[in-house]
């Protein structure tokens, strides 16, 4: 059945506002937040903290929605048992709910289930998580295998495009610091398959109405490069210094060296017919992007 509604867990951050935006002519869309309530027009927002369960069941339960995206998260800066609370036992405490609703659940994993030694990791590829995140995404991945029944596991490569106004997302920090004429620095260790923002709320969006959308699949762009390297390719574009980006420096604690974290997603590119797109196609969305924030 075609479904009607959608609740986007995390539908304030970066992700979430944009999938909101890329959903709410074709679905009814709910949107839940935490610190930094987000109204977006057409959309109905919720406060919803990811560390209560009973308020989690209540929220789920209320919208009906046929499908639950979750796309909480936090940021590389808080404590372990933060990242493991919101990227693990809050996911299994809303697909509890969403289970009781019979909806389709859709978790955003990512690439650092990986160890990065290979590269070029594929679905069936064993993960092997090397850091806080990557073991608390694994943890919530393998909560939603043996509880779940109709989920989708999509383990994204990072993705770039403008954030909410609230919270500036990398791409706004280096295209405003390069406008300022301030040096950036940029890791050059871990070698991603980077897209842009549009490509993976697309992605959610087709696998929301394609039936097949099932277990685990990956998505990423075409142009696998370090984060720096995007940086120059980025202030190439927009003509601004490449000149002022740097390697990030290394702390020295624990230095995992270089690390290639690349996704094969051939698999759901024939699946949902969607090819991985090229650096020059990401900054043409992104373009656009700068020009409806400047309207
Ligand atoms: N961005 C990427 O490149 C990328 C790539 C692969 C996978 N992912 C995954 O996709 C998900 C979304 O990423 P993002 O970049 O959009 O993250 P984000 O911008 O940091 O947004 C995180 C969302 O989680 C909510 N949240 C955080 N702590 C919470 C808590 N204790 N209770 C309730 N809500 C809480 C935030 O709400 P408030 O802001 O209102 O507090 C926000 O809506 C994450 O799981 C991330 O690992 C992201």
Known sequence: ????????????????THLAIRLRDELKVFTTDFRQPKRIRGVTSLAMPLLKPDEIKNTVLMTQADVVVYAA???????????????????????AAASLLGSKFIYLSSAQVFDGAKGGYREVDAPVPADDLGKAKLAAENGIRTRGLNYLILRSSPV??????????????????????????????????????????????????????????????????????????????FKLSPSLLRPKKSDGSGDPGKRDLTLNSSVAADLLKMQPLLLEQGFNLLEKQLLTARS
């Open 73 to 95: 998260g936090s940021g590389s800066s808080k404590s372990s048992q933060e990242i493991e609370a919101i990227n693990s036992s809050g996911a299994l405490s809303v697909l």
């Open 1 to 16: 059945m075609k479904p009607r509604s959608v609740l986007i867990v995390g539908g304030s951050g970066f992700v979430g």
């Open 160 to 237: 770039y495009g403008l954030g909410p106004a609230s919270k500036p997302s990398i791409t706004d920090r280096v295209l405003s610091d390069l406008c300022l004429g301030n040096p950036v620095e940029l890791d050059d260790r871990e070698v991603h398959s980077f897209a842009p923002v549009e490509s993976l709320v697309e992605f959610i969006a087709r696998s929301c109405v394609t039936e097949g959308a099932r277990g685990i699949l990956h998505h990423g762009g075409g142009e696998p490069c370090t984060l720096l390297e995007l940086g120059r390719q980025l202030a190439q574009r």
